[in-house]
T-cell receptor, first 118, second 109 residues
């Protein structure tokens, strides 16, 4: 499978624990995005990277959340001191950028990591 | 601020009937509009975008700037169209997508 991959697919943790998720984008894609989706809602933007630079962060990304993409390839999303409200599906997406404009570039989504905080 | 509204959480039609999934948006500039689809146990995938002006799997969507709408239409629904559909917007200033809450379409035999 050459699409976006995410690990783990499911994570159950106790409140107060730290968790880390990994996303491997499609290999030639420069941009990588994180979204969060709660039950009955559409995905909500969290942050995105162009190569290793984090270019935009949502206000949803509290100080307990941190994302990295150290070598411009895979990315990790860490949640510290998890709360029950963090329970959600965490989606990763990637897209290429063209030389002239990225307006038309499709975001390809991974299968998501479902987090349950007990 | 950008916002996408899908007024129907659930939509049920019979096979062969026309279907329209509504999407309204709020954005002060010139947005790009998309429809994403998620079939059962599959990942979210792009169905179509307004810039392409193409028909995918028999679906079309026209951007109406006057009514700030981007409704998805298909003249004859098929059972395999049953899925969750999300309307999404990308503004001119960034790369993020803003999604609506989604509409679960069920096409009955």
């Amino acid at each position: 499978d050459t699409g976006v991959s995410q690990n783990p697919r499911h994570k159950i943790t106790k409140r107060g624990q730290n968790v880390t998720f990994r996303c491997d984008p499609i290999s030639e894609h420069n941009r990588l995005y994180w979204y969060r989706q709660t039950l009955g809602q559409g995905p909500e933007f969290l942050t995105y990277f162009q190569n290793e630079a984090q270019l935009e962060k949502s206000r949803l990304l509290s100080d307990r959340f941190s994302a990295e993409r150290p070598k411009g390839s895979f990315s990790t999303l860490e949640i510290q001191r998890t709360e029950q409200g963090d329970s959600a599906m965490y989606l990763c997406a990637s897209s290429p950028t063209s030389g002239r404009t990225s307006s038309y570039n499709e975001q390809f989504f991974g299968p998501g990591t479902r987090l349950t905080v007990l | 601020a950008q916002r996408v509204t899908q007024p129907e959480k659930l939509l049920s039609v019979f096979k062969g009937a026309p279907v329209e999934l509504k999407c309204n948006y709020s954005y002060s500039g010139s947005p790009e509009l998309f429809w994403y689809v998620q079939y059962s146990r599959q990942r979210l995938q792009l169905l179509l975008r307004h810039i392409s002006r193409e028909s995918i799997k028999g679906f079309t969507a026209d951007l109406n700037k006057g009514e700030t709408s981007f409704h998805l239409k298909k003249p004859f629904a098929q059972e395999e169209d049953s899925a969750m559909y999300y309307c999404a917007l990308r503004g001119t200033s960034g790369s993020r997508l803003t999604f609506g809450e989604g509409t679960q379409l069920t096409v009955n035999p």
